[in-house]
């Protein structure tokens, strides 16, 4: 088994992990209805993506 010769300090290893974090997912705005967007998804209010109606959505009575 794999033993490491000698101990990481807490300072490198979280140098280490400054890059994992999260992050928050780019928003753009929808061209047909100007809701809010993630980029190359279809639009969840409208159905739309690149100004073409991409899914028939129905209409709430």
Do not use: W
């Amino acid at each position: 088994m794999a033993h490491p010769k000698s101990k990481i300090s807490k300072q490198r290893r979280n140098k280490r992990r400054t890059h994992d974090k999260a992050e928050l997912p780019t928003l753009g705005t929808c061209s047909n209805c100007s809701s809010a967007i993630q980029y190359h998804r279809v639009c969840p209010e409208c159905g739309f993506y690149r100004g073409k109606l991409a899914i028939e959505k129905a209409v709430k009575a």
